[in-house]
């Protein structure tokens, strides 16, 4: 085959090199605009895995990358004077001349012809190539020119950074945090060869602007970040080699991902690697590892699946498919590790202490949990358990998920929530022997706190004939029947949700009917009642119609959450929950996509909040001051034009006012026509962002499977509390089982279970035992 590769980076080098390796008959050459052996940038990073891989590809390359690179294992962070160290990272470090200056050698060494001072236009420069590699950069010419069939997807994001170097020597992946008078800036730092450290200056734009960098040149933004950082710099310089760059030379980061990767262009078929095709952010150093797993990949195919030009279609289908994988699982976590270094400013430096943002900064791409830092650096996690725990006064080094908390008079003896999940088992909303037996079972299963269902203030304030209220006396002798049950029988507290379902209110059963949220027939045996809703929009198209509220409506019913909660107090409950999510009647007043009032309870963020506050306000008078009240929000509508996560935080801070303790994080149901991005914890982000910006503990909730999530959510402080829900369904004793599976044996069994204890805990040891011998092999 004939192959150009225009673009001479590590991928379209590394790419020809193995290529021409594989098959030393083919014709290949790489094309590259600068001058030889010459290129620009300081350090590039990439992990031992890739370095092995490498190995298993090309010895020699992988010899030669060897002995240039500096390898360490800690990172280390520098924040409000303190040092703090982890180690077991495992990085690669190797300047970037020097790295393509290894591979430019190896093509030559194999034959590969290489041509520099060529600044290549176009694909079609080249009508006699087979197949043409883009491995152009991330300002691809040839992605810029077929984009209507590569469809590329080029996000640019607000940090600013500028990417410099300094004669200083570090031994770890440094990470620097400096606050000036206006905000801010944090430094990547790791050492590259025996002389360099690669020094990229982040912060976000209103910071950068606010210092008027804007306006600043290459030497006075050199000259402002020695000043900033020289305490750590001790008398050692920054600086630039991008001299070639006009203007200013701080950049924003652009995240480029494509939907197809290849195409034909009537001569050669041309596929694009490397920055061209995709990036992912330097906050976690791995756009050279992208770039050289896609040359391995598609050589693979290539050699998998024949080297001739009749292959080359199959090869790039393949390509696509396999490697596609990898690299959305790599820009997830890039992506992440670039929003926290984004915010990392105004919603953790100030807020968390050093050894907290030490952890949540490590956790930031959600590729490494708990257990994993935890075979990483054991000393330091466990220190930093030990630091945890000594927050809440709970002794001895425990995982955080099993540290006490306290709000008010009540101290859960972990943190671990049973969701209020809905059973729908009550008859005249009674709850009976199913009920006891429910949250009995769960209450014994090791969690902190049980959380009934939602409970209805009123008849027609339940969403269908199954589920429980509150407004009788009959009602709260069942309730005090379990409670009771619970403070006798366990150590855990018992709290109640209390909600009235307006617009979603007399539908079906799940297993009844047309199913979950549809109405009930019109002739049902049991009745159907009217509903009342913020405004008169049905939840499903060919739903019922719901009454606007008027202000009798909303005195009666704010009367109904009054009697509900002082029967929820007589009944014996720890905690008491108001839930204003999932579009039910008060989150309906809430959402712009259900509040279509043109009076003083529809508008704006502050009328629409406006009822469900004065609702939470009478509950809150009534309800014992020594317990503690949360609120369930829905923090993202995942609807264009409803509530966001930046509204939520705003909701949020409204209710702390009103005398919240917590806010618990759901989102969605609002509307049905939501798109919510599902995956593992994938609601945590809103229970992260309102702690921090409106400075009220929370709840997470949502796809909160294992301990590893718990233990990372709650040392990261991305919330104080998790809520787990379906695997309780699943395991009553879940939270038993979990200790048990990650080793945690110091926790308190109910004693007629005490003998199943041993027995599930060396099950789960032999488990690690295997787990660790197979990774051994």
């Not at 094309?31 to 010895?59: A, C």
């Amino acid at each position: 085959m004939k192959i150009v590769s225009i673009g001479g980076g590590p991928s379209g080098l590394y790419f020809a090199l193995l290529m021409k390796k594989i098959g030393p008959h083919h014709d290949i050459t790489v094309v590259e605009r600068n001058k030889p052996y010459d290129t620009f940038g300081w350090g590039v990073v990439f992990s031992d895995q890739t370095l092995d891989n490498m190995r298993h590809w090309d010895i020699e390359t992988a010899n030669e990358v060897q002995q240039a690179f500096n390898h360490w294992d800690d990172i280390e962070l520098h924040f409000k004077d303190q040092v703090i160290r982890s180690g077991g990272h495992g990085f690669v470090g190797i300047g970037r001349k020097k790295l393509l200056n290894i591979l430019q050698v190896r093509c030559e060494e194999l034959g590969v012809k290489l041509l520099f001072e060529q600044d290549v236009d176009s694909d079609l420069d080249f009508p006699d190539a087979d197949l043409i590699i883009a491995s152009d950069g991330v300002n691809s010419r040839v992605r810029s020119r077929l984009s209507d069939v590569f469809k590329p997807d080029i996000v640019t994001r607000p940090n600013r950074f500028i990417w410099l170097g300094t004669n200083r020597q570090y031994d770890a992946f440094t990470f620097l945090f400096e606050k000036t008078e206006h905000g801010w800036f944090q430094a990547h730092v790791y050492k590259f060869d025996n002389q360099t450290s690669t020094f990229i200056v982040e912060c976000p734009e209103h910071v950068w602007l606010a210092h008027g960098l804007d306006k600043a040149d290459q030497d006075e933004s050199i000259a402002f970040c020695e000043n900033l950082f020289s305490k750590n710099l001790q008398g050692e310089k920054l600086m630039t080699n991008a001299r070639h760059l006009r203007g200013s030379s701080w950049l924003n980061f652009q995240r480029v991902k494509c939907a197809q990767w290849s195409s034909f262009n009537g001569n050669s078929h041309v596929v694009l690697l490397g920055d061209a095709v995709h990036t992912a952010h330097f906050a976690i150093g791995s756009g050279t590892k992208l770039a050289l797993e896609d040359s391995i990949e598609l050589v693979r195919q290539f050699k998998s699946l024949g080297d001739t030009p009749d292959r080359i279609p199959q090869v790039l289908q393949h390509y696509q498919k396999v490697r596609e994988i990898d690299v959305i699982r790599l820009q997830n976590a890039a992506w992440n590790a670039m929003e926290w270094f984004e915010v990392c400013g105004e919603r953790y430096c100030d807020q968390l202490a050093p050894e907290q943002l030490m952890y949540s900064m490590l956790t930031r791409s959600q590729r490494i949990s708990h257990e994993n830092l935890r075979l990483r650096d054991k000393e330091w996690l466990e220190g930093y358990e030990a630091w945890f725990a000594g927050q809440t006064a709970t002794p001895g080094i425990r995982p955080p998920m099993f540290t006490t908390y306290t709000q008010r008079s009540v101290t859960l003896k972990n943190r671990i929530v049973v969701s209020p999940m809905a059973q729908y088992a009550a008859v005249d909303g009674r709850v009976a022997d199913y009920h006891m037996v429910h949250l009995g079972a769960r209450a014994i299963g090791g969690a902190g706190l049980v959380m009934v269902e939602m409970t209805a203030p009123s008849a027609d304030g339940r969403i269908t004939h199954g589920c429980p209220g509150l407004w009788n006396d009959q009602q709260t002798q069942d309730f005090h029947r379990i409670t009771h049950w619970v403070h006798t029988q366990s150590d855990a507290k018992i709290g109640l949700q209390i909600g009235h379902a307006g617009p979603k209110g007399s539908t079906c059963r799940p297993w009844q009917g047309l199913g979950m949220d549809q109405p009930m027939a019109a002739d049902d045996t049991e009745g159907n009642w009217p509903l009342i809703a913020a405004s008169k929009l049905p939840y499903l198209q060919h739903g019922d119609v719901p009454r606007a509220m008027n202000r009798s409506d909303m005195d009666l019913v704010t009367a109904d959450f009054v009697n509900a909660t002082q029967r929820a107090a007589k009944a014996g409950f720890d905690w008491l929950e108001l839930h204003c999510a999932h579009g039910y009647l008060l989150s309906s007043f809430i959402s712009p996509l259900t509040n279509l009032r043109t009076d003083e309870y529809g508008g704006s963020m502050e009328n629409r909040l406006r009822y469900p506050l004065e609702v939470f306000a009478a509950v809150r008078k009534v309800w014992p001051e020594h317990l503690p009240m949360s609120v369930r929000i829905s923090a993202n509508d995942w609807v264009e034009g409803g509530i966001t996560p930046s509204d939520a935080v705003d909701i949020a801070r409204a209710f702390k006012a009103a005398g919240a303790d917590m806010i618990d994080c759901s989102s969605g149901q609002v509307s049905a026509l939501q798109k919510p991005t599902y995956g593992r914890m994938y609601q945590t982000p809103f229970a992260d962002r309102i702690r921090q910006e409106a400075g009220i503990a929370t709840i997470a909730v949502g796809a909160i499977s294992e301990a590893d999530h718990v233990n990372s959510i709650l040392a990261a402080g991305r919330a104080d509390l998790c809520a787990v829900a379906r695997p309780h369904l699943a395991n009553p004793a879940w939270t038993l089982t979990e200790a048990a599976r990650i080793g945690f044996t110091d926790l308190t069994w109910p004693q007629a279970y005490v003998s199943g204890k041993p027995q599930l805990e060396a099950g789960f040891a032999r488990e690690r035992a295997l787990q660790s011998a197979t990774k051994g092999d």
